[in-house]
């Protein structure tokens, strides 16, 4: 296979823009580095609610207690959903003008972190389904066009999910980590 313009390798960056506070200061600032040096990326945001820990499982307490959800996203968006209303995502990229983020390529990274992680640990297709399908017309209603690419929150992912993919015409799915 011949790479284009000579090149020999490709390099692809994933940022997974998980909730407002990443969305509205963490993403302006990267996304000036990033075109500081000539480089771009694909950004995964979901469509809806910013409530990324409202899907916490007892059985995986000692992940959150190693994550330090309060360190790392900050004690609003932990209670985001919680005691404080949930922002929209798809809203605030439309208000934020990401809707027409130049040069750079806006995935779909489902519609609610914890709707989809309440779905795939019952592993109803139906409920995965109505989930994804709700995120993917969120992101049609905000960009004006379907996604080309699917992150499944948490990494989850069912057969349903798959399905979906190819039935809605994605281009690829950037779904799976290596073990370590």
Do not use: Q
Request: charged share 30%; net charge positive; aromatic share 12%.
């Amino acid at each position: 296979m011949e790479w284009p313009g000579g090149f020999r390798a490709a390099f692809a960056l994933r940022v997974d823009v998980e909730t407002a506070s990443c969305l509205l200061e963490g993403l302006p600032v990267l996304k000036g580095v990033l075109e500081d040096y000539g480089v771009k990326a694909t950004f995964f945001i979901p469509m809806g609610p910013d409530r990324p820990l409202m899907g916490f499982d007892w059985s995986r307490a000692k992940s959150y207690v190693r994550l330090n959800p309060v360190r790392k996203f900050g004690l609003r968006t932990v209670l985001s959903g919680f005691l404080a209303p949930a922002k929209d995502m798809g809203d605030l990229c439309v208000r934020t003008g990401l809707s027409r983020l130049e040069g750079h390529e806006v995935a779909l990274h489902g519609y609610d972190h914890a709707a989809w992680a309440r779905s795939i640990r019952r592993r109803r297709p139906s409920e995965v389904r109505d989930v994804f399908v709700r995120g993917y017309n969120e992101y049609i209603k905000v960009f004006g066009r379907p996604p080309k690419g699917f992150a499944s929150p948490e990494f989850k992912w069912t057969r349903e999910t798959l399905r979906l993919l190819d039935e809605l015409g994605f281009l690829y799915g950037s779904d799976f980590r290596a073990d370590k």
